[in-house]
């Protein structure tokens, strides 16, 4: 009887020391079945994350503009259907001049006021874009930018006016593209077209018939400078400087600044430099309104 007793409790420690050891083994395996299946569902959140990113990736390259597929020829297009959408004065037509029509110092006193080392970046000035954001940390707002001539053409040919990163984003890339695709004289004849310069007016051929009545190609460097400094702010400055017929200090040291630097780049020759500003725009140029403007 004893014997039986005995074989049962040695059996019954052997199967608690078996089920011990069995669960012992079960503690010991759950932290790597809790990694494993840590591993499985972080792999599946990313592979799903970098689907999903791809898919945003792909759809906004998609979006943007075919340039390397474009000629001057379909950009000029697409930029005089932009300025004709937004002139309200029906009765002005735009019209598109070609570089060659332009005079040079036309030409240069609006580089030198808008982006006076346009013919030496790639589409972006990196200094001009650290002073803006300085200034504009100490102003407390955005009150300065630093878009090149080149941005400044993709904005106004295929972008839209929305603040965003993502649309800086789109900047950013097609002003490479454009850079790589066109030269900088196809670039600054497209900017050169589409700039305003006053309600309206839109183009240097508009600006230089509606202020002075004479063609692009016979515009000198005063003339090109007051249009340059019309361009921060066209329509206020328009009614402040034509309208008003007064061109303040500031303005006027502007004009003086962009002939200077005309001259120190050799542009414009000493003795034109000194006969240009002091050019008196209101007693010899008969400036005027546009078309249905009184």
Known sequence: MWKDRLDKSRESGTAW????GKRVKRWLAAPWHVFQRVCFYM???VFVGIGIAYFIVAGFFDSLPHVERMQLKDVQVL???RVEAKVVNKRYHHRWVPLKDISRDLLFAIVMSEDSTFFEHNGFNFDAMVDSLAENLRERRNAYGASTISQQVVKNVFLDNE???KRKAREFIVTWQMEKKFSKNELLE???NIAEFGPDIYGVAAASDIYFRKRPIDMNAAEGALLAVLLPSPKRFYYAIVEN?????QKKKRLERILRDMYYEEFISENDYHKYIKYDYFSRIPMRAPAGRN
């Open 163 to 165: 603040k965003s990163y």
């Open 79 to 81: 930029a005089s259907k």
């Open 43 to 45: 792999g599946f959140t």
């Open 190 to 192: 497209v900017y050169l």
């Open 245 to 249: 017929r007064n061109i303040s200090k």
């Open 17 to 20: 020391v078996k089920g011990f």
